[in-house]
């Protein structure tokens, strides 16, 4: 079976830093591009990274370029998601998906994905 197991959220202050992981499971995962999503409270789930498969590209939205570095450890099956001065805005349950390609469209980070973590829960505080 795919599994995506997301871990590492909490309570921050604003200027702060945490560090989120996905462990997946049941893939190739050279064959798959990975996204990092977030949802918060009353709002749509938002694109936050893509990289593409094979450790191709990484897109970041705009509201965290430059503040949030995606990654991976292909050895250990595990993405990583560095993010640095954290805003209270970036509150949200933060999801780590898994398809095939990057789903873009329009600049947008589209949540078209197969296979989905169940989230793990940034807070921020001002």
């Known amino acids: 079976d795919v599994q995506l197991q997301a871990s590492g959220g909490g309570l921050v202050q604003a200027g702060g830093s945490l560090r989120l992981s996905c462990t997946v499971s049941?893939?190739?995962?050279?064959?798959?591009?990975f996204g990092w999503f977030r949802q918060a409270p009353g709002k749509e789930r938002e694109g936050v990274s893509c990289?593409?498969?094979?450790?191709?590209?990484?897109v970041y939205a705009d509201s965290v370029k430059g503040r949030f570095t995606a990654s991976s450890d292909n050895a250990k099956n595990t993405l990583y998601l560095q993010m640095d001065s954290l805003k209270p805005e970036d509150t949200a349950v933060y999801y780590c998906?898994?398809?095939?390609?990057?789903?873009?469209?329009?600049?947008?980070?589209?949540?078209?994905?197969?296979?989905w973590g169940q989230g793990t829960l940034v807070t921020v505080s001002s």
């Open positions: 990289t593409g498969s094979g450790g191709g590209r990484t």
């Open positions: 049941g893939f190739t995962f050279d064959d798959y591009a």
């Open positions: 998906a898994a398809d095939r390609i990057c789903m873009v469209v329009g600049g947008t980070l589209r949540p078209e994905y197969d296979y």
